[in-house]
DNA sequence: TCATGTGAACGTGTTCACAGCT
DNA sequence: AGCTGTGAACACGTTCACATGA
C-alpha cells in the first residue's frame, strides 16, 4: 500500500496548500462514509446525482466539495469510489493512527471507549482517565482507567495526540487547560461549557443538551401551528 | 427537480413567532447556560459585550441574536438575566416537559440513560428499548430496558414525544421509520448514517466520527506546517 | 451525449458602525 | 455619557446553469 504524497502542491511555492472551507469539511466524512459503504458492495463507480442522494445533499454542492481537493472525475462518466475514498481519507489524515486520550471515565466516557466506531476509522484509544479512586484501575475494554493526576505522563507515554473531554462541566476548563500544557492541540470536548483554549488548539464539541434544546423549538413550533392539538396554546 | 414556487412568507408573519434563522437558534442553549450560570451567582444584570464574552461570541452577534426574540435589554445598561433566561427557555420551549424515549440500550444508549444533563434541562428519559433479549428487562437508572418489538405501544403509553436513537448503523434507518410511523417528530441520533424522513421530522445528528475527522484534517495540517512534529511537551 | 467542474447568482450569516433610547 | 438595536457592508455558503471535455 504506497501512500502517494501531494503531487498537486505545485500552485502555491510553499505553504500547506488550499484550506478547504469548514462547511465543506463537515461533508467530507459523511461523503467518505457512503463512499466506503459503497466499497464495501462493490461499487466501482458513482454520479454526483448517486453519491449526494445518499449524503444526503445536491449534487452540484457535493460535485463543489470534491473540487476542493482537486478534479478526478471523469465527465461523463462520473467518480472512482475508490479513488475517491483514499482521496477524501488523505485529506482528513486517517491514513495515520491517531491516538486518542479520554479523559473522564464515567458513564459516558466508558461508553465512548467502549465505542467501536473509533476504532475502525483510524482512531484508536490509548487512554483512559478519571479521578474518582473507585474507578481508577478498573477495566474498560482493553484498557485500566488511570489516575487523572498521571494525566501529563500518560498522555507521554502512551503519544497522545487527541483528547475526547468527557468530564463534569465544573472541571472542563481546568482539564482542558492541562491537555493543552501538555501539548494535546485537538480535543473533542462533551462538556456543555464554551472552552477557552489558543488558537493554534482546535475544540469540537458536541452537546447533546443543545441538540435537544433545537429539537424542543421546531416540536414546539410543529405543536403551535397543528390544527389537530387542542388547548396547547401557551399564552 | 424540484420547481422552486415556494411562496415565500407563506406564514403570515403576525403570529407571535417569526422564524429564528437556524444560525441564531443554535447559540441560544449556549447562551441560556451561560444566563443561567450568572442567575446561580445572583448576577441580576449583565451587557452583551459580558454575555458574549462568556457564551465565546462577539457581542454584536449576541444582540442580534437576542434581537430575533424581542428587544428587551436596556439601552445604556445591558440585559436583566432572569428576564432574558426565561424569554430564551420559552422559546426553545423548555417551559414544557418533554418526554423521551431512548432507542438502543447499547454502551451508549445506557450512558445516555443515565445521563444527568438530559433531566436537569426538562427533558426527562422515560423510555429505553433494546433488541437484545440479554439487555431487556435489566435495569438502568430508574429505568427498564424494554424490547424493541414493543416499540409503538410503549411510545403511546408513556407519552414520548421525542426520541434518541443509539443503535447500530445498519438497523438506523428501520428505527428512524417506525418511530416516524409511531407519530415522533424529533428524533436526535447518534447512528453514524443519513437518516431519509418526511420534512415535517426533524432529526438534529451527533456523530462522534465526524467530529474526530475534522479535528484529525485539522491536526495534520498543522503537523505538516510544522517542521518538529516530535510532541516534546515543553511544559 | 453524458456528467463533471465552475463562474455567477442568490441566499444566509457575521461584522461594522452608528442612530436612538435611557 | 453608555449600551442596545439595527441597517448596511461584507463574508461565506449554496444553488443554478452551462461550458468543458471524455
Chains 1, 2 share one sequence.
Not at 483512559?128 to 487523572?148: E, N, P, R
Not at 472541571?171 to 501538555?182: K, P, Y
Not at 501539548?183 to 464554551?194: E, H, M, Q, R, W
Request: contains cysteine; proline residues 4%.
Amino acid at each position: 500500500m504506497t501512500t502517494p504524497d501531494f503531487p498537486e502542491t505545485a500552485s502555491g511555492a510553499e505553504g500547506p496548500g488550499r484550506e478547504i472551507p469548514p462547511a465543506s469539511l463537515a461533508r467530507l466524512p459523511i461523503y467518505l462514509r457512503a463512499l466506503n459503504a459503497m466499497l464495501a458492495d462493490s461499487v466501482e463507480r458513482v454520479s454526483s446525482e448517486e453519491l449526494a442522494e445518499a449524503a444526503g445533499v445536491k449534487s452540484a454542492m457535493l460535485r463543489k466539495d470534491l473540487s476542493y481537493l482537486g478534479s478526478f472525475g471523469t465527465r461523463g462518466v462520473g467518480y472512482d469510489v475508490q479513488f475517491v475514498s483514499h482521496k477524501i481519507s488523505a485529506l482528513l489524515g486517517l491514513t495515520q493512527e491517531w491516538r486518542v486520550a479520554i479523559v473522564g471515565a464515567g458513564n459516558l466516557g466508558r461508553a465512548l471507549a467502549r465505542y467501536s466506531g473509533f476504532t475502525t476509522r483510524g482512531f484508536e484509544v490509548v487512554a483512559l482517565f478519571d479521578a474518582d479512586q473507585g474507578i481508577v484501575g478498573t477495566q474498560v475494554g482493553w484498557l485500566t482507567v488511570s489516575h487523572v493526576d498521571d494525566l501529563e505522563t500518560e498522555l507521554k507515554r502512551t503519544g497522545t495526540n487527541m483528547a475526547v473531554l468527557s468530564v463534569p462541566a465544573v472541571v472542563a476548563q481546568e482539564l482542558c487547560d492541562r491537555l493543552v500544557a501538555a501539548g494535546v492541540t485537538s480535543i473533542l470536548s462533551f462538556a456543555p461549557v464554551v472552552l477557552q483554549v489558543p488558537a493554534h488548539v482546535q475544540v469540537r464539541k458536541v452537546d447533546m443538551g443543545t441538540e435537544l434544546q433545537i429539537l424542543a423549538y421546531h416540536a414546539q413550533r410543529a405543536q403551535e401551528a397543528e390544527p389537530g392539538s387542542r388547548a396547547r396554546s401557551a399564552q
